[in-house]
Structures are given as structure tokens and as C-alpha cells.
């Protein structure tokens, strides 16, 4: 299939990865080692227009140096970022290279819709730009398109503006204004520092359900295996994964630590209700604000897999490791445990052993049916990869 065609035949590939982010590239970089061709033996698949997975839409103001923590993929360094610049470009810039240096062959922008079960125990893939068919699925889609936004009574009839971090640009915007911010993660805290820069909000007021906890010791690596051991027991058992800030605390750095000492960072409980003109609490106190910003965090973005039917009663899908206990065929790479970037890398290297196996294996057991439709001609295999990993 020409990327830049549409074609209604379905190509057979052995194995799709869905999402080309942190999670996605390490999948696919693990693939070529493997000996896989880009684009014959796997494809990738994006919906996005560039490289860079959700850092491309990240707000400007979010630059590299305030990024925590951001993990090089494997194989290939992250040298030379600027810390001045926004992490949207520098990520971008780092995962493009990295596309082109091992030849990933990405294809964008392709919006996976439905992934279904196919023939001869095939999964079915489809997309605004074809349909694949591959026996093993590496679904790495994050959770960027799925803010979420929690309801409260009288929501509809606010006169000020609502909006989520996912759109939030610069704290310029709100210039003047109160802004009511509403999370208890590091978002919110990185907003609320913002916005109390010069030139920022008039006004802030932060609520969170729960009274935030400040965490003054170091993330070491122990206490980083702990809390990845605790988001895995829940998905072990089914159970959507935690937020990793209600597991580690608030990382207490030294602008957060300056930002508590002026007051930007005092919390008031979470309201109960939200008015024309602002919010009131139970206790039958209001306030009038200009903006509520919901820094509510995010969902899995895993709509597209409905079909296959993955959740448990418990509302999440259990996993072991990285393999979805009720198909095997499927990975979820970047979700619960892995939702880091260090986490997403070693889940891409999880994931492809375990799919290596599957593949030597011949797979599930075929299901009767048709015959799968025969292959159009793809991309020309790809070289080996450039660079050592
Ligand atoms: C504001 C913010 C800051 C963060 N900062 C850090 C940090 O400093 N350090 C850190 O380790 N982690 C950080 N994280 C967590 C971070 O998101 C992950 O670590 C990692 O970048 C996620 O990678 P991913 O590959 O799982 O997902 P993403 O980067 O979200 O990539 C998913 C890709 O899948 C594509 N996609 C989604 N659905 C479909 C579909 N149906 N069809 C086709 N394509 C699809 C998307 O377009 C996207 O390109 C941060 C998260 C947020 C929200």
C-alpha cells in the first residue's frame, strides 16, 4: 500500500503497532532487531501529522528543561536539547531523526478506527487509509486523546471559559484573570507556578479531592520499582491503572518548594457545584472566577480495540507483563506500568520477545474462514538498521 494512497484491499503484515510515541518507536526498533522489515514483515501506524507522539502537542511554555525525566529511546542518545525550548520540538525533532535513522517506515497520518477480530485467527485492523491484516497487535496509543474532563452540577451554564490542559497554550492567555485549576498532579502544579509568573493570571485558586502530598525525598530507582509494582498489581487484576502521582506524591523540587513558600500552591477542597459566574463549595461558600482549567489528567486511548472486547468487570484490561491476558495476540505497550518513557522502552523490548515467540509458534490456533485476501505489494523491505542499539 502507497502511504499516500488509499486502497481498500487489505495488506497482510505480521505485526501492527498502533502509535508511533515513546512506546511505539521502542516497539518498533525491537522489531528490526529482531530481523522484522519495516513495512513488509510490521507496520507502524500514526494518526498523527509529525514525529514526536503527544510531546508534539504539548503547550509551548512546557520546555525541555521542565520535562522531568524525559528517557532517550533505545539505540540512540538524546543529545543537545535545549532546555529553553519547548519539549513539543525537541522530542519532535529527536523522534524524527530516530524514524529515519533506524528506517521505521511510519505511516501518517493513518487513524487506526477498529481493530476486529479477522480470519484464520488473524486480527482485523482498519483505518481511514486501508485495512491491515496482522496476527499480532502492538497498540502504543497513549492517552493524549483522551482528556479527562470530570462533571459537576451546573457545568453547562458557566459564562467563563473551561478548558483542559490538553489545550492550554501559555499562561498569557489568562492574563488578567482567576483561574480556577482543578487536579492534584504535577500539571496542575506546573500550571499554577505559570500562571503566577509576571504577566500571568491576576488570580489563582487550585482544588483537589484529595489534600496534595509533597514527596521531599529523591525518586530513587528503589522507590521507582515500587511504585511501577504497585501500578502493575492493579492491572494484573484488571483494575484501571492508578495516576502515578496518587502512588509517588508530588516531586517537591526547589521552584515547588519557592512556589509553596509565596502561597501559589495553597489548596482549597474540591467544590461541589459550579455556578454561572464561578464555584461554590458545600459549606456554602463561592467564589467568582473567569476560567476553570481542568487538569484532570487522562484516559487510555483505547477505543479503537472495542471490538475485541478486552476490559474486565473491574473497567481495565488485565495484563501480564505487557500481553492482554484474554488475547494474547494483543499488546498494550505505555499503559498502567509502562506509562512512562522509561517504562514504554522496556515495554517495547517486553513485548517483541514475547511476540517473537508467538510468531515462531505459528500463533493462536487459526479460526475456520475464508482465506485472508491476498497481499498487495508493500513497501520495499527495509535496509538494517543504521545505528547500534
Ligand atoms: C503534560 C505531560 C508531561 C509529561 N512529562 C513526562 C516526562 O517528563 N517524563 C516521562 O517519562 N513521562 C512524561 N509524561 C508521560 C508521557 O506521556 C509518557 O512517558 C510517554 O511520552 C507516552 O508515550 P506513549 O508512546 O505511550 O504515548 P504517546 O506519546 O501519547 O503516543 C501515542 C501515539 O499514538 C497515536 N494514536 C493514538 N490513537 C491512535 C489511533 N487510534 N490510530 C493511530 N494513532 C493513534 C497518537 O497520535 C500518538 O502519536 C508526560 C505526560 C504528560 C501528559
Known sequence: MEAGGVEADVVEADVAVVGAGQAGLSAAY??????????????????????????????????????????????????????DLPSSQVVGAYFGRYEEAFDLRVLRPVDVAAVREGDAGRLRVETDRGTWSVRALLNATGTWDRPFLPYYPGQEGFLGRQLHTAGYRSAAEFAGLHVVVVGGGTSAVQLLMELNEPGGAARTTWVTRRPPVFRDTPFDEEWGRSVVARVDDRVRQGLPPQSVVSVTGLAATGAVRDARARGVLRREPMFDRITPHGVAWPDGRALDADVILWATGFRAALDHLAPLRLR???????????????DPRVHLLGYGPSASTIGANRAGRTAVREIRALLATGGPAPRPGPPAARPKAPLPPAPLPVAAG
Open 30 to 83: 525491537f522489531l528490526r532487531r529482531a530481523g522484522l522489515r519495516a513495512g513488509t514483515d510490521f507496520v507502524v501506524l500514526d494518526h498523527a501529522p509529525r514525529p514526536g507522539g503527544a510531546w508534539q502537542f504539548r503547550w509551548p511554555s512546557l520546555t525541555y528543561g521542565k520535562a522531568h525525566g524525559v528517557h532517550a529511546l533505545p539505540g540512540m542518545e538524546l543529545e543537545g536539547g535545549d532546555p
Open 312 to 326: 474486565e468487570a473491574g473497567g481495565g484490561v488485565r495484563l501480564d507483563g505487557t500481553r492482554v491476558v484474554r
